[in-house]
């Protein structure tokens, strides 16, 4: 891949089936997908096996925010997300879908909103 590009890292986990996606500006250049298993576990080794030594080039991630068929599932796309963002200090954003739409079809059509995690720091 150009090393100049601007990545974005997709994670979807709201529904059965499960994905992630690496993409460019104008298309997905690779995706992962699986059925149901949204378990941290599985879905860290499958954004490695997408990211590779790419991870310098991505500049944003953009989590799923649902609906979602089930909550933990969903929570562990979004978290497993701002993690990512943080420990990069890369962009963190979001877009919903439709349980009728494809994985990521027409993401970029999509609005996101930007997520600004906060969390209270103990003295």
Not at 82 to 99: F, I, V
Request: net charge positive; hydrophobic share 35%.
């Amino acid at each position: 891949m150009n090393r100049e590009q601007k990545l974005v890292l997709l994670i979807d986990t709201s529904s059965d089936e499960v994905g992630v996606a690496l993409m460019n500006e104008d298309k997905v250049l690779v995706e992962q997908r699986w059925k149901s298993d949204p378990g941290a576990g599985r879905l860290l080794k499958e954004i490695d096996s997408i990211v590779g030594k790419e991870m310098k080039n991505i500049k944003k991630v953009v989590v799923c925010e649902g609906p979602g068929r089930r909550y933990s599932a969903l929570r562990t796309g979004v978290v497993t997300g701002m993690m990512l963002a943080s420990a990069q200090n890369m962009e963190l954003a979001s877009y919903t879908r439709k349980s009728s739409d494809k994985l990521f079809k027409d993401i970029r059509e999509r609005p996101r909103v930007v997520i600004i995690p906060e969390y209270e720091k103990s003295l």
